[in-house]
């Protein structure tokens, strides 16, 4: 971990970090109306130079990087997402306007529920595969879980859940 930064120095980190430009960097954590561009320039790059501000550069940047990674679980999620959006699990909202022509109108709101069972295959498919039932020949593991089984269970699990939830 560095050593504690100033506010303008953390400030100097931060938009460094966001927009890449160390000039614009300085004129945005420090007073430079009085200053030459020559000047910020130079009191830039001194900073970037400064191990301190090197140091928690590279904290933010082992953060974002680490952040920017997909875990077995995000991906599951992601398809699990998918999944359920695939097969009508997730109910969307839509207002709907509705009128006789006499100028009086009446909105409603309607829960739709749309369904893509080939998405939520697919997804199926992909979660199956980096739970490993498939082998890198593309053919089922013998003795594993049916991509049936597996669906229905899902479907039994949520809909425990959601009995739960109310």
Known sequence: MSQ????????FVLKYFEC???????????STSRMKDKTII???SKLLNNRNITARLNELR????????WS???????HTRIFEIGIGDVASSHLVTEGAGDGITNTIEVEMR??????????????????GYYEKD??????????ADFAEDFYN?????????N
């Open 114 to 131: 749309d369904t893509n069972l080939a998405s939520a295959k697919g997804a199926l498919v992909e979660i199956a595969k980096i739970l």
């Open 72 to 78: 077995v679980e995000k991906i599951i999620k992601a």
């Open 42 to 44: 130079e009191s830039a």
């Open 4 to 11: 504690e930064l100033t506010i303008k120095q953390e400030k």
């Open 138 to 147: 593309k053919k089922q593991k013998v003795g594993e879980i049916s991509l």
């Open 62 to 69: 082992a953060k974002a990087e680490e952040e920017s990674k």
């Open 20 to 30: 890449g430009n160390a000039s614009e960097a300085y004129r945005y954590a420090y």
């Open 157 to 165: 699990r949520q809909m425990v859940k959601k009995n739960e939830e």
